[in-house]
């Protein structure tokens, strides 16, 4: 979660990142931060 400190992602966010990370890159929500961190293409965000 270090990596993305400098991101406005609360502690939820950041976690969701996170375990996406870990297992299998994917996730819903329609919240622009995850969009973000998307674009660094470690997670897919859904729609």
Do not use: K
């Not at 991101?7 to 996170?18: I, M, N, Q, R, T």
């Not at 297992?23 to 931060?33: A, E, F, I, K, P």
């Amino acid at each position: 979660m270090a990596r993305y400190r400098d991101l406005p992602l609360g502690f939820a966010d950041a976690a969701v990142v996170a375990m996406a990370e870990r297992n299998g890159g994917l996730v819903l929500s329609l919240d622009r931060h995850f969009h973000m961190v998307a674009q660094e293409g470690t997670i897919r965000v859904l729609p």
